[in-house]
């Protein structure tokens, strides 16, 4: 079961944008369109286009499918994608693991994770080309050909990319998965959070970088999703 986010310390403090060019919001309901840093803030909701790709990224244990359960209600425990707020879709691998537990679990889970992987990316891939509403998409967003990957497909199914990133420091995120009983390897652990602080030391350059080209990106901490009720699309 995945653990409370306020049961934790609540965000990263650094880095957090100073300059007033980067958008801020403390507003009940935020569409975003751009860059906002919301680590700490207090926000009712985000709302985003009807047929939006949104992506929450976070290292293993950041809290993306706390969050994915609390917006959503995808559970942990499901085998198929389940659908949220105006017939959304989420596509976690936790739920193509299940599905395939069934034919492949009597081997070490080592042995098959690329399967999972690779049919992971084909359900990201078939819900953005098929599906009539909203794609969300848990994924750590720290390997550079996945998020360019999800970034092709979804331009080309006239899908909008937007991204929430979760950001919390990696001691909090490997409680998290002591938490929840799922813990990463360690040498893989390690090398998200590298790629993570790479990503968090170019959105807050000079010349600020978006991990990938979208609509926009959203920074947030466990404060902003225990504050935040809900997460919300346009009507088509």
Not at 42 to 51: D, M, S, V
Not at 63 to 78: N, P, Q, V
Not at 211 to 234: G, I
């Amino acid at each position: 079961m995945n653990p409370p986010l306020d049961a934790l310390p609540v965000h990263s403090p650094e880095p957090h944008f100073p300059d007033p060019r980067y958008r801020t919001a403390s507003a009940h309901t935020v569409a975003p369109d751009a860059i906002h840093d919301l680590r700490g803030a207090t926000i009712g909701e985000l709302r985003y286009p009807a047929t939006s790709a949104l992506i929450f990224a976070g290292v293993p244990g950041a809290g993306k499918s706390t969050a994915l359960r609390m917006f959503f209600g995808a559970t942990a425990e499901l085998e198929t994608p389940p659908r949220g707020p105006a017939g959304s879709i989420v596509i976690d691998s936790q739920h193509t693991r299940n599905r395939l537990r069934h034919k492949l679990g009597w081997l070490p889970y080592p042995l098959w994770r690329p399967v999972v992987h690779v049919a992971h990316y084909a359900g990201i891939r078939a819900a953005l080309r098929d599906a009539r509403g909203p794609v969300v998409i848990h994924d750590c967003a720290t390997f550079g050909w996945a998020r360019r990957l999800i970034a092709r497909w979804s331009a080309v199914y006239g899908r909008e990319l937007h991204l929430v990133m979760l950001d919390v420091p990696p001691t909090v995120a490997r409680a998290g998965q002591y938490a929840r009983g799922r813990r990463s390897n360690g040498f893989f652990f390690s090398l998200h959070c590298r790629r993570w602080q790479r990503m968090m030391v170019r959105l807050a350059g000079e010349k600020p970088r978006a991990p990938v080209r979208s609509a926009s990106v959203v920074l947030a901490d466990r404060t902003t999703v225990n504050r935040m009720h809900r997460v919300t699309f346009e009507a088509a």
